[in-house]
């Protein structure tokens, strides 16, 4: 039981026509694991969450993706999200007119298959808003329209906290956060991992993030493919060198 990315190969729609971003993708996700994929900008790391959530822009020309063995290249957007697949947006969408109380509610039932009883799931929205510094009044706004881009990043992590994904994929979620707001949305993502049975593809450029989820693999990302991976001693490496090195070496085997 495993999120697996093989091979993967990936185009994206542009104005000249269809352009080549993910070149052979490989990684592997197990149950309880938190992986780190770090690198420069336009290396491709939006692209590889897009792809894995079924981003319509963005095209799969080989390679595979399997969720515990089913393959996701064949499911919609809504299929993957019922099979445990969450996407953490680094720039989530603003929806006028549509409160995220009813948003949560409705999201919740389309993955259950039936609507959450209202007692119990009202105290629930509550203590997760609550947990990620959120007050009750968000939950009749409309989702994400007038949220700061930090209570945006926290209403995230609340849908994380609520939904219970198998796999959370978290795309630069510590962008534009200060370091108040960093510590409330990483103890959120640790709430989700501390129930073992869960895997994290955290995508970041940065490393200050990582003294708070702690990464059991991290992977250097240039040019739309893993060049290296390592443990976490490998992030602080990246803090100390930068990309440069790894940047050079794609170019030169490209």
Known sequence: ????????????????????ILKGVDLTINPGEVHAIMGPNGSGK???????????????TSGTVTLDGTPLNELTVDERARAGLFLAMQYPVEVPGV?????????????????PKVRTWVKEVNAAMQELGLDDSFTSRSLNEGFSGGEKKRAEIVQLQLLQPKYAILDETDSGLDIDALRVVAD??????????????????????LNYIKPDFVHVYVDGRVVTEGGPELAQKLEETGYDSYIAAARANA
């Open 46 to 60: 939006s692209t590889l969450a897009y792809s894995l959530a079924g981003h319509p822009k963005y095209h799969i």
């Open 1 to 20: 039981m495993s999120l697996e990315i093989s091979g993967l190969h990936v185009d994206v729609e542009t104005e000249d026509g269809p352009k080549e």
């Open 99 to 115: 409160s995220t109380a009813n948003f949560l509610r409705t999201a919740k039932t389309a993955l259950d298959g039936e609507a």
């Open 188 to 209: 959120g993502v640790n709430r989700y991992t501390a129930q073992g049975d869960r895997g994290v593809l955290l995508i970041t450029h940065y490393t200050r993030i």
